[in-house]
């Protein structure tokens, strides 16, 4: 009995086949195991940006902020500049709590408006 190789060598050299139904069995599978066992980071208490007070090795009056180019710091319409060291100003924890801060990078600045009985001098500092 003779071999048919002519038969055999279509066989191989034929098109592949790639049954897509198992493939995509096993990828919604997958992807619904990864959305089951995924954590979400929910909005509640902490999603201010601020560090908890447990985050610290204390609580802090000042807290640092870092602008790329930092040349302004405008506090109540008085420039206050001659705090900046590094880019970075030193804002009291009421100012960030109670008050109101505007960065403004391309412009390197930061507008900073206070508590009302929060005086101007304290409002921010050099940092240390």
Do not use: C, W
């Amino acid at each position: 009995m003779p071999l048919d190789t002519d038969r055999y060598r279509r066989k191989i050299h034929g098109k592949p086949r790639f049954n897509m139904v198992p493939f995509i069995d096993i990828l919604f599978t997958i992807l619904i195991f990864l959305v089951v066992t995924a954590t979400f980071g929910g909005g509640g208490q902490g999603s201010s940006g601020k560090p908890e007070i447990a985050e610290n090795t204390g609580p802090s009056e000042y807290y640092l902020i870092p602008v790329a180019g930092l040349s302004k710091v405008t506090v109540n319409g008085v420039d206050m500049s001659g705090h900046i060291k590094n880019s970075a100003v030193a804002v009291h924890t009421r100012v960030i709590d109670e008050g109101e801060i505007i960065i403004r990078p391309k412009e390197g600045a930061i507008i900073i408006t206070t508590p009302p009985d929060l005086p101007v001098e304290r409002a921010v500092r050099t940092p240390s």
